[in-house]
């Protein structure tokens, strides 16, 4: 043996974990390695030239039988050891013999099995954790020889798990889906390099590969980690969204904390609307009469008493009536009111009209086109001469009142029929206040939904539990013609609140989502062509009156008669 042998054999032996003592042929102690000399009752570096009974007086023993090769369990302390003796022959000078005593910790051993065990139980942990990781993991040797990898991994990228065990990566590359490979990549530049890839089954990835690296430089590991980026995309939009409902919430938290004049009830996003009510606002300053226009739920009596609170008359009465909904021969006793006696049924002294009731006050006479001509004639001289005369009374009352009038119809053209007067139209429409349709101010359909939301919460929910409405469902809103305006906004969101099991309101709650055929039911239960039909032209409607506006535009643009179109709107609601 040479002596850089007997070197490496001396570092073998000092470094071992079981403890060895060189005893000469009278068993005194030559040298102990470190590990014999934590059993010893001497310092290590008295230890040779000590008999070896007295370094170690449990090993005495060995002295009445020193050449007995039998494996003794002798007890050291608190640990128990396996203690065997046999001569060999000196390395240093052969012609001599001696003796060797191998210590073995029992206790050392348990603990090496049980860090075994539990490195085992980790390892079997670990990979259960890869293995069901979101990203898809690969790891490979510097070579790109196929390591690891997990069930992520065959996911996104389509590969099949035969083509991965036992091959390399360079094996899948190919002019199609795979030009080059990441671990190519990564091997050559030495760094770690990402990527886009387009797999085989047309998913968009993003594409890591990270180089570990040896003690002599080498790349050791190449680990490869794969997302599938449309789950990124559809996480992403899901945020959007989100931080779009709450950008729509806290920005109508601030407008209702701007509009403080109406108590934050009003909803004022739309241009043309801010400018209606601040041309309303200045007109509460006077006393002149004003006509308000507008498609029926449009707001008309929200303008009229916004009108009266910024006005002197603001502490009187705002007294409201509907001309439409009122019988023709009770209109009259309504507005005028009547003295006792006027006619069969009449109470005891009489009874004042509103034309009475809001003097000092503002009187709203809604649905004025529906008044009728006899009426009107009266009500012009009440406009003239600030006084009224009760039905059956000759003496009349003077009255200090403001007048606020509205129609839904386009008086012009009662006029030319015949069924208004003009000098009651001009006596009235002293200012115009013309109110657009809710489709044309879409910016203002996500705030009113909102506030109405709130509002039926608190009504129908009074143990706190808050329906909530998702930005699919606004966008819906906004898409939608609302041919009833915000009086029919107001009622599918009610409609929503009481309705929906869920908490977060969805498309398919919107009552005109559940009205509509589904095309998709089973095949026992198929909608009807005319079903299929109606609602398809419905669709195309909607969207052809949002996007042109006139029913002649729609006509032009589907290449029908006016009057169908026409037809068709009113039918499906869209007028």
Not at 186 to 195: G, L
Not at 254 to 274: C, F, P, R, W, Y
Not at 434 to 454: S, T
Not at 490 to 511: A, C, G, H, R, W
């Amino acid at each position: 043996m040479t002596g850089r042998g007997i070197i490496n054999y001396k570092q073998t032996i000092e470094n071992s974990p079981s403890g060895f003592i060189y005893a000469d042929r009278d068993l005194i102690i030559t040298h102990a390695n470190a590990k014999a000399a934590e059993f010893s009752v001497l310092h290590r570096t008295k230890l040779a030239g000590e008999p070896l009974e007295k370094a170690f007086p449990q090993l005495s023993v060995l002295r009445e039988s020193p050449d007995a090769q039998a494996i003794r369990k002798v007890r050291f302390g608190d640990r128990d050891l396996l203690v065997r003796m046999f001569s060999v022959d000196s390395p240093v000078k052969p012609e001599e013999t001696g003796f060797v005593i191998v210590l073995h910790d029992f206790y050392d051993e348990f603990l090496l099995a049980a860090e075994l065990a539990q490195t085992s139980g980790a390892l079997e942990e670990l990979k259960d954790i890869v293995d069901n990781f979101f990203d898809g993991i690969l790891v490979t040797d510097g070579d790109g020889n196929v390591l690891l990898f997990n069930q992520a991994y065959l996911k996104n990228t389509g590969i099949d798990s035969g083509l991965l065990v036992g091959h390399n990566i360079k094996e899948l590359i190919n002019p199609v889906w795979m030009k080059t490979s990441i671990t190519v990549l990564v091997a050559e530049q030495r760094r770690s390099v990402s990527m886009h890839h387009t797999t085989q089954n047309n998913k968009n990835l993003i594409v890591t590969g990270t180089p570990i690296f040896g003690k002599d430089g080498g790349i050791k590991r190449i680990i490869v980690t794969c997302r599938d980026m449309s789950e990124i995309y559809s996480l992403r939009e899901e945020l959007l969204k989100a931080k779009e409902m709450e950008r729509r919430y806290f920005q109508d938290m601030a407008h209702s904390a701007d509009k403080s004049e109406g108590g934050g009830k009003l909803v004022i996003v739309n241009e043309k609307m801010q400018q209606i009510y601040s041309l309303a606002k200045r007109l509460g300053n006077f006393t002149t009469t004003v006509l308000i226009s507008g498609e029926s739920g449009v707001g008309k009596e929200e303008v009229a008493r916004y009108i009266h609170e910024n006005s002197l008359r603001k502490n009187r009465k705002f007294v409201a009536v509907n001309c439409g909904a009122i019988p023709e021969n009770l209109l009259e006793t309504e507005l005028f009111g009547y003295v006792e006696g006027a006619f069969t049924g009449t109470v005891k002294g009489g009874k004042a009209g509103l034309f009475e009731i809001a003097d000092g006050g503002t009187l709203f006479l809604d649905e004025i086109g529906e008044m009728p001509l006899s009426l009107q004639v009266k009500l012009l001289r009440a406009l003239e001469t600030r006084s009224i005369t009760r039905v059956g009374a000759v003496e009349s009352i003077p009255v200090d009142i403001r007048i606020v009038a509205a129609s839904n119809k386009n008086l012009f053209q009662k006029i030319e029929e015949g069924a208004f007067r003009d000098d009651l139209y001009y006596r009235l429409n002293v200012v115009n206040i013309e109110i657009p349709p809710l489709r044309e101010r879409v910016e203002d359909i996500g705030p009113l939904a909102l506030r109405f939301m709130h509002r039926f919460n608190k009504q129908y929910n009074p143990d706190g539990r808050e329906k909530k409405l998702t930005l699919e469902v606004i966008e819906e809103l906004e898409h939608y013609g609302w041919p009833g305006n915000i009086r029919e906004l107001k009622n599918v969101i009610e409609n929503v609140t009481v309705i929906s099991n869920n908490e977060y309101i969805q498309v398919d709650d919107l009552p005109w989502a559940k009205n509509e055929p589904d095309v998709g039911r089973s095949a026992d239960k198929l909608p009807t062509m005319q079903e299929v039909t109606e609602a398809a032209e419905k669709r195309l409607l909607r969207q052809a009156r949002e996007k042109l506006g006139s029913s002649r535009k729609i006509a032009e643009a589907l290449g029908v008669d006016q009057s169908t179109v026409v037809r068709k709107l009113k039918k499906y609601g869209l007028s």
